[in-house]
């Protein structure tokens, strides 16, 4: 069931280009994880891929055996930042950072993968001139139309000279949770280079390979995530385009992230943080041959965990719904095989995806107000990683008996 031209198989590393790349993790079979099905295509064909986690025997980068095509994945978009609450929060903490840290009175800044403008708004509304370039055609429309300049494109070298013509040189380029989108990570080091100011910065945000294998965070591998990262095969990579990563921060988002700032070879002073990093992950071996294979004997571990508790809330007649239709809950649920005769509905907040189908499961999405309304025993936490956001949302829930699972690493109760 694969569309041929949809996809491609990995044959060597993006980073170092070795083709020794081996098997750590084998998820099945699964549709797109933002694939949401409108209900009245509910009968037709939907695609699945492989889902493999591969890690390279040479610099260490765990990725997906297959690509799929971009213009597949993100052209039209159903994920938009601005619908999470604590997303709009951590951007406006990093909008404060960012000018604070980098930014002159008519500092430039661009933003890759702005989605609906959620960080560029409040750069804006610190004084800064700010362009996004965002290839989700919808997502960019809405930014536009609040009054942020976005570019709907993929960023690329050939995009950043056309940045670089029009606007001048950058002093800041951010990308949150889009580096692990981008196949051609050369093409976008070398972009740097090429928009960058001399002493331009460039930030990104992505998951951090150690918290997913620490955590069994497997349900955050998807399609949309082609890479892995930890800070050793990054550095590799940017060296590669004579840039250096100069100071590092671990944050709690998305179940554990890196920020990592990153500049032209010598310009920064290289904190303490990246050595320590450095250090640690050489020693914890993240990036040696087999650092993986913990992480699938947990995650068959977790799959069994969770299986168990749901078919025990069933034997005692509990009901059961979800809560959070995350890009996530489509790994969790096929690997799982949890589906519409396990779960009720999922609740969630973003308007886009109320009245679709989960991928490849088909369990309905539904406004957040309906957990409340229906008031299930339990609901399955697929946004576990606002567990504490969730929580304080849904106090009514609560004080009404109403209780979370949170299936990451083992399936637990919330609050216990
Ligand atoms: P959330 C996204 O993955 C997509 P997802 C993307 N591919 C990526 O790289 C990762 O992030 C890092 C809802 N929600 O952020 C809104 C509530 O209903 O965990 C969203 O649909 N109530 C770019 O999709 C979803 O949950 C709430 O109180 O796994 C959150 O999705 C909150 C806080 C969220 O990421
Ligand atoms: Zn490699």
């Not at 031209?5 to 990995?10: E, H, L, N, P």
């Amino acid at each position: 069931m694969i569309a041929e031209d949809a996809s491609r198989v990995v044959e060597s590393c993006r980073v170092c280009g070795s083709r020794l790349l081996h098997t750590a993790l084998d998820l099945g079979m699964t549709p797109l994880a933002n694939a949401f099905v409108p209900p009245e295509r509910r009968h037709q064909r939907q695609d699945r891929f492989p889902l493999v986690l591969l890690q390279c025997e040479v610099c260490g980068l765990a990725q997906l055996s297959v690509v799929v095509r971009p213009e597949v994945l993100f052209s039209n978009y159903h994920y938009s930042s601005s619908a999470s609450s604590p997303m709009v929060e951590h951007f406006d903490e990093l909008a404060a950072e960012m000018i604070a840290r980098f930014g002159g009175p008519d500092s430039f800044i661009v933003e890759v993968g702005s989605n609906d403008g959620v960080l560029l708004g409040p750069l804006v509304r610190r004084g800064a001139r700010v362009l996004g370039v965002e290839p989700a055609a919808n997502l960019a429309r809405v930014a536009n139309e609040r009054g942020l300049e976005t570019l709907p494109a993929f960023f690329s070298s050939a995009v950043a000279r056309r940045i670089a013509l029009e606007h001048g040189p950058a002093n800041v380029i951010v990308a949150n949770n889009v580096l692990a989108h981008i196949d051609n990570l050369h093409d976008v080091a070398s972009a740097l280079d090429v928009l960058l100011a001399p002493d331009g910065v460039f930030i990104a945000e992505f998951p951090y390979l150690a918290d997913l294998v620490d955590m069994t965070e497997y349900d955050t591998i998807y399609h949309e995530h082609l890479s892995y990262f930890a800070l050793g095969p990054l550095t590799r990579l940017f060296g590669e385009h004579g840039l250096e990563p100069f100071d590092v921060q671990r944050l709690r988002m998305h179940g554990g992230s890196l920020r990592l700032f990153v500049g032209r070879r010598g310009r920064h002073l290289v904190s303490d943080q990246i050595t320590s990093l450095q250090e640690a992950e050489v020693e914890g071996g993240l990036t040696r041959r087999g650092s993986l294979l913990k992480l699938a004997a947990n995650v068959a571990r977790s799959r069994d965990a969770l299986r168990s508790m749901i078919q025990g809330i069933h034997s005692d007649g509990g009901r059961l719904a979800g809560y959070g239709a995350t890009a996530k809950s489509t790994t969790l649920l096929t690997y799982c095989e949890i589906g519409a005769a396990e779960i009720e509905f999922i609740a969630d907040t973003t308007p886009l995806k109320q009245g679709l189908l989960t991928p490849g499961t088909h369990i309905p999405i539904v406004p957040e107000g309906e957990l409340m309304r229906v008031r299930p025993d339990y609901a399955l936490l697929l946004a576990w990683n606002y567990a504490d956001a969730v929580l304080s949302r849904h106090k009514a829930y609560l004080a009404a008996g109403g209780l979370f699972i949170h299936p990451i690493p083992l399936a637990r109760i919330i609050p216990s």
